[in-house]
Nanobody, 129 residues
Framework: QVQLVESGGGLVQAGGSLRLSCAAS????????MGWFRQAPGKEREFVAA????????YYADSVKGRFTISRDNAKNTVYLQMNSLKFEDTAIYYC??????????????????????WGQGTQVTVSS
């Protein structure tokens, strides 16, 4: 069982930056690929970014590529999402998620919601235009 707690959300002006954090419980954080998703009001949850269990591979949605950076610190059981050049359309609740993968898939990343085993409660990001 893994518990995920997001933090770092808030209100920011367009063009500004925020860094989200997701702290994971347990001793097996390095066994999980991690992802960030978001959900805006009235819309479906969408993929934002993912990082492999060893941090060697990352994958981004086209809408955030070049503006957002996902990273992880396995010693701190934490995954981050650095968000720069924020736009109004980035406004959403942001969720982190954990995908348990075996060691031989250490470079795996996935954008599929159904591949993730655990989810956090989310943190609100609001970008004012």
């Amino acid at each position: 069982q893994v518990q995920l707690v997001e933090s770092g959300g808030g209100l920011v002006q367009a063009g500004g930056s925020l860094r989200l954090s997701c702290a994971a419980s347990g001793r097996t954080f390095s066994s999980y690929a991690m992802g960030w998703f978001r959900q805006a009001p009235g819309k479906e949850r969408e993929f934002v970014a993912a990082i492999s269990r060893n941090g060697g591979s990352t994958y981004y949605a086209d809408s955030v590529k070049g503006r957002f950076t996902i990273s992880r610190d396995n010693a701190k059981n934490t995954v981050y999402l650095q968000m720069n050049s924020l736009k109004f359309e980035d406004t959403a609740i942001y969720y982190c998620a954990a995908d348990r993968v075996p060691a031989y898939l250490r470079e795996r990343t996935t954008f599929q919601t159904g591949d993730y085993d655990y989810w956090g409660q989310g943190t609100q990001v609001t970008v004012s235009s």
